[in-house]
């Protein structure tokens, strides 16, 4: 049998937010590769062999997919959520980009509900106008150039989902984000904290920019900021589809 290459999102973590052809590329695979995080969320079975790895080591666990695929097996690559948000879809490209050879394999990227999605259909609406998506981690970029994207997103008025907004290896860039934020958009502006989203853990609050501390986030929160025109409405958020 010829092999293939699925890069799979298992969406945002509830069991019933992983698609239907996600669930059928999961049960013919030979070999499930990934985050140690996102590999144990694959039941194990028999014939399915798990490779899990460090979150550091992206392109290499790429390339070994590449590899088993070419030798005739058939591997789901797995990210959370969306696999083309800030996943391995991207790595799995760069290292085709080195071994021209593989890409005439069989390779297909498989869409998830990415986090920023989930998060805002839990919280109301907030992302209902134009948005943008930043990865507030500076691992793969510099934090200026970090800092210069949320500046003009400011300026262009576009509601904006973090994602990695916080972790333990760099707790002072999200300080510096929600100073320059609350500079840039006013202290009245809404921003939703989302934790977790779709999982037994989930916790949601909205507050102002005023209100918002970074110990609200963590690398399980996706965090929403509204526009200039996003509000409340009972006990959602929303953000009307209509500009001005
Ligand atoms: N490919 C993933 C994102 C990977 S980056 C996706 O499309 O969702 C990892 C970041 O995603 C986390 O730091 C957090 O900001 C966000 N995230 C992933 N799952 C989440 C969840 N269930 N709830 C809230 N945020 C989540």
Same mark, same amino acid.
């Given at each position: 049998?010829?092999?293939?290459?699925?890069?799979?999102?298992?969406?945002?973590?509830? =069991?019933?937010?992983?698609?239907?052809?996600?669930?059928?590329?999961?049960?013919?695979?030979t %070999?499930?590769?990934?985050?140690?995080?996102?590999?144990?969320? #694959?039941a +194990?079975?028999?014939?399915?062999?798990?490779?899990?790895?460090?979150?550091?080591v992206?392109?290499?666990?790429?390339t070994?997919?590449l590899?088993?695929?070419?030798?005739?097996?058939?591997?789901?690559?797995?990210?959370?959520?969306?696999?083309?948000?800030?996943?391995?879809?991207?790595?799995?490209? +760069?290292?085709?980009?080195?071994?021209?050879?593989?890409?005439?394999? %069989?390779?297909?990227? !498989?869409?998830?509900?990415?986090?920023?999605?989930?998060?805002?259909?839990?919280?109301?609406?907030?992302?209902?106008? %134009?948005?943008?998506?930043?990865?507030?981690?500076?691992? !793969?970029?510099?934090?200026?150039?970090? =800092?210069?994207?949320?500046?003009?997103?400011?300026?262009?008025?576009?509601?904006m989902?973090?994602?990695?907004?916080?972790?333990?290896?760099?707790?002072?860039?999200?300080?510096?984000?929600?100073?320059?934020?609350?500079?840039?958009?006013?202290? %009245?502006?809404?921003?939703?904290?989302?934790?977790?989203?779709?999982?037994?853990?989930?916790?949601?609050?909205?507050?102002? !920019?005023? +209100?918002?501390?970074?110990? *609200?986030?963590? *690398?399980?929160?996706? #965090?929403?900021?509204?526009?200039?025109?996003?509000?409340?409405?009972?006990?959602?958020?929303?953000?009307?589809?209509?500009?001005?």
């Open positions: 049998m010829s092999g293939w290459l699925v890069v799979a999102g298992l969406g945002p973590g509830a =069991e019933h937010l992983v698609t239907p052809e996600v669930s059928a590329a999961l049960a013919e695979a %070999d499930v590769a990934g985050y140690i995080p996102y590999v144990a969320r #694959v +194990e079975r028999a014939g399915l062999t798990l490779h899990a790895s460090d979150n550091r992206e392109v290499e666990r790429a070994h997919a590899e088993m695929a070419a030798e005739g097996r058939r591997v789901v690559v797995v990210s959370s959520g969306d696999p083309g948000v800030f996943a391995m879809a991207s790595a799995l490209f +760069e290292a085709l980009e080195a071994r021209p050879e593989w890409q005439a394999l %069989d390779i297909r990227i !498989l869409p998830g509900i990415t986090a920023m999605l989930a998060a805002a259909a839990a919280a109301g609406a907030p992302l209902g106008h %134009d948005f943008c998506a930043i990865n507030l981690s500076d691992n !793969l970029k510099p934090w200026a150039l970090i =800092e210069k994207r949320l500046r003009l997103a400011a300026e262009a008025d576009l509601a989902a973090f994602y990695n907004p916080r972790s333990k290896s760099r707790p002072e860039g999200f300080v510096r984000a929600l100073e320059l934020l609350r500079e840039a958009c006013g202290p %009245d502006r809404l921003v939703t904290f989302a934790r977790a989203v779709s999982t037994p853990e989930q916790h949601l609050r909205t507050v102002t !920019l005023a +209100e918002a501390t970074p110990e *609200m986030a963590d *690398m399980r929160t996706v #965090v929403i900021l509204g526009n200039s025109a996003t509000r409340r409405v009972g006990r959602w958020v929303y953000t009307p589809r209509s500009a001005g």
